[in-house]
């Protein structure tokens, strides 16, 4: 009974960690998107700025791509596309990790 009620306490660990995964991924995807629109916004207001005041050197460039940059990395980031270490890397780890630690306990308790 007891090796039941160890198992369901993992389980249910793991189902809360994989809500809480879901959970921070979600505020990853909304950040990117907050990020996104503000660039969308805030450039073209700098263009204007740029082309009105100082229309001989074009500074604007350096935001654009400096902040373009950062908001390419964060959609790769928020949106699992690291082409290093694939799409599904982190659960893949995950059950490994925990096979492992099954094995274990299962060679603790022959023991």
């Not at 990117?32 to 660039?39: A, D, G, R, T």
Request: charged share 25%; net charge positive.
């Amino acid at each position: 009974m007891e090796l039941i009620s160890s198992s369901m306490e993992k389980y249910d660990e793991f189902e809360e960690y994989r809500y809480e995964k879901a959970k921070r991924k979600a505020k990853e995807i909304r950040g990117f998107y907050y990020n996104l629109v503000c660039y969308c916004i805030v450039i073209p207001v700098l263009i204007f700025i740029n082309l009105t005041f100082v229309p001989h050197f074009h500074w604007f460039w350096f935001s654009l791509i400096g902040w373009g940059t950062g908001i390419l990395v964060h959609g790769v980031s928020a949106f699992e596309l690291n082409p290093f270490l694939g799409k599904n890397w982190e659960e893949k780890k995950l059950q490994q990790l925990i096979e492992e630690e099954k094995r274990k306990q299962a060679r603790k308790n022959n023991n």
